[in-house]
C-alpha cells in the first residue's frame, strides 16, 4: 500500500511565524500535491509538483510556496502565517506520467494559526 | 472552476440506495472520486475516463456522461460503512496533466 506521511497531526503557530508542512511518500511516485480543505469548500489545490524541482501553482498558492528538492518529500511553506491559513492540510501523491492516476492522501496537518 | 456536486447531504437507512451528481461546466478527460471518513484522508474510489474505461477499487459503480460533462456515483443497497463525504474530482482535456480540481462534497449519512 501507499504511505503517505505528514510530518504533523496538529501545529499551532503564531501570526507572522515562517511555517514548515513536510510530506514523504514511499512508492516512488512522480507527482505530489498539496491541499486545503475547509468546511464547505472542499478541498482546494495550492501547489503541485511533478517532478523533482518542478512545481507549478494550483488554484489558490497565495501565501504560499513549496519545495522539492527529492523525489519522496515535498514541503509546503507559509512564508509569513496569517490566521486566514488556519485549515486543514492534505498532502497527496500519485504515480505515472499520463492523466488519470488515482491519487493517494496522507492524514492531514491541522494548522492554526494564533 | 469547482465541478458542482449534489446533493449536498444525503441520509439513508441501511439498505436504501443514493445516487450523487457530479457538474463540470469544462470539457473533462476524467472524473475521479473519493471517500473521506471523519477524522481521516479520503480513499480513492474510481477513475472514470472519456471514452468509457472505468478504474476502481470497490463495489461501487459510476457514469460518466461526456456530452454533459457529468459523473454519477451509484450506491446500492448502503451499508454503514458507506457513511462518509464523497468528492468528486475533474481533470480537463486540456492544460496540465496531474492537476484536479475537486467540488464541495457530498455527505452520506448511513443509519441503521
Known amino acids: 500500500d501507499v504511505k503517505v506521511t505528514q510530518s504533523s497531526r496538529y501545529l499551532v503557530k503564531r501570526t507572522g511565524e515562517k511555517v514548515f508542512l513536510e510530506c514523504v511518500q514511499d512508492?516512488?511516485?512522480?507527482?505530489m500535491f498539496w491541499y486545503r480543505q475547509d468546511p464547505g469548500l472542499g478541498l482546494r489545490l495550492i501547489y503541485f509538483?511533478?517532478?523533482?524541482?518542478?512545481?507549478e501553482k494550483g488554484d489558490i498558492p497565495e501565501g504560499y510556496s513549496v519545495s522539492r528538492e527529492k523525489k519522496e518529500r515535498f514541503s509546503l511553506i507559509l512564508e509569513s502565517a496569517s490566521t486566514n491559513q488556519t485549515s486543514m492540510y492534505l498532502c497527496?501523491?500519485?504515480?505515472?506520467?499520463?492523466?488519470?492516476?488515482?491519487?493517494?492522501f496522507g492524514d492531514g496537518t491541522r494548522l492554526s494559526i494564533l | 472552476q469547482q465541478p458542482v456536486q449534489s446533493p449536498q447531504a444525503v441520509i439513508l437507512r441501511e439498505g436504501e440506495d443514493a445516487v450523487i451528481n457530479c457538474s463540470s461546466s469544462?470539457?473533462?478527460?476524467?472524473v475521479h472520486w473519493y471517500r473521506q471518513k471523519h477524522g481521516e484522508a479520503p480513499v480513492f474510489l474510481m477513475i472514470?475516463?472519456?471514452?468509457?474505461e472505468q478504474k476502481g477499487h470497490e463495489k461501487i459503480s459510476a457514469s460518466f456522461n461526456e456530452k454533459k460533462q457529468q459523473s454519477s456515483l451509484y450506491l446500492t443497497a448502503s451499508q454503514l460503512s458507506y457513511s462518509g463525504t464523497y468528492f468528486c474530482?475533474?481533470?480537463?482535456?486540456?492544460?496540465?496533466?496531474?492537476?484536479?480540481?475537486f467540488g464541495k462534497g457530498t455527505l452520506l449519512t448511513v443509519n441503521p
Open positions: 472514470l475516463l472519456k471514452g468509457g
Open positions: 474530482g475533474t481533470e480537463g482535456s486540456g492544460g496540465s496533466n496531474y492537476k484536479l480540481t
Open positions: 509538483s511533478y517532478d523533482v524541482k518542478m512545481k
Open positions: 469544462k470539457a473533462l478527460y476524467s
Open positions: 497527496a501523491s500519485s504515480g505515472g506520467t499520463g492523466r488519470a492516476q488515482p491519487q493517494h
Open positions: 512508492m516512488d511516485h512522480e507527482n
